[in-house]
T-cell receptor, first 115, second 111 residues
Framework: GAGVSQSPSNKVTEKGKDVELRCDPISGHTALYWYRQSLGQGLEFLIYFQGNSAPDKSGLPSDRFSAERTGGSVSTLTIQRTQQEDSAVYLC?????????????FGSGTRLTVV | SQQGEEDPQALSIQEGENATMNCSYKTSINNLQWYRQNSGRGLVHLILIRSNEREKHSGRLRVTLDTSKKSSSLLITASRAADTASYFCATVTGANSKLTFGKGITLSVRP
């Protein structure tokens, strides 16, 4: 597609349930990033993919968070046993390669609300 | 940990005025980027300046970088109400590394 697509755009889930967030990057972009943004805050890095591998997953807040990328394209961020503090906007971005030469193209995000 | 920190946190100006936003960072960088965010959703890439560059222009935007002071500024000239948004600086510090964002500046342009 023309841009980075994220789904769903909004997700309300009950505490303790698992959720999956999807990111479809721009075709041909090898680098893919997940961030989250809490209300009024900056962006918190979660994980970075180069192709299907994740050289940097240092931002995942706990072992309840995991992510994968298949075929060098679509990525899924999974949050298990959701907690209220997981409520945030989860943003995905892609770039043609790692961040030294190019800016990121962001999706519109998934707003996750844990009730 | 926070790499880029923007200043001021909020800025309110009249349409037609210039807006200057500053960013300071702590460690050596490969490049610094500025992004705009409307309505708390996706960010839009505005401009990228490499560590060996000192100034860059794009339309009404002018970015400067002073690596000796570890600081950058974003100037928006002849501001418009549509420029109202949050602006973030972000840095890339190493090979294959991710962008690290500041907390952002809220710019309000009054018609």
């Amino acid at each position: 597609g023309a841009g980075v697509s994220q789904s769903p755009s909004n997700k309300v889930t009950e505490k303790g349930k698992d959720v999956e967030l999807r990111c479809d990057p721009i075709s041909g972009h090898t680098a893919l990033y997940w961030y989250r943004q809490s209300l009024g805050q900056g962006l918190e890095f979660l994980i970075y993919f180069q192709g299907n591998s994740a050289p940097d997953k240092s931002g995942l807040p706990s072992d309840r968070f995991s992510a994968e990328r298949t075929g060098g394209s679509v990525s899924t961020l999974t949050i298990q046993r959701t907690q209220q503090e997981d409520s945030a906007v989860y943003l995905c971005a892609s770039s043609p390669s790692s961040g030294q030469l190019y800016g990121y193209t962001f999706g519109s995000g998934t707003r996750l609300t844990v009730v | 940990s926070q790499q880029g920190e923007e200043d001021p946190q909020a800025l309110s100006i009249q349409e037609g005025e210039n807006a200057t936003m500053n960013c300071s960072y702590k460690t050596s960088i490969n490049n610094l980027q500025w992004y705009r965010q409307n309505s708390g959703r996706g960010l839009v890439h505005l401009i990228l300046i490499r560590s060996n560059e000192r100034e860059k222009h794009s339309g009404r935007l002018r970015v400067t970088l002073d690596t000796s002071k570890k600081s950058s500024s974003l100037l928006i000239t002849a501001s418009r109400a549509a420029d109202t948004a949050s602006y973030f600086c972000a840095t890339v510090t190493g090979a294959n590394s991710k962008l690290t964002f500041g907390k952002g500046i809220t710019l309000s342009v009054r018609p």
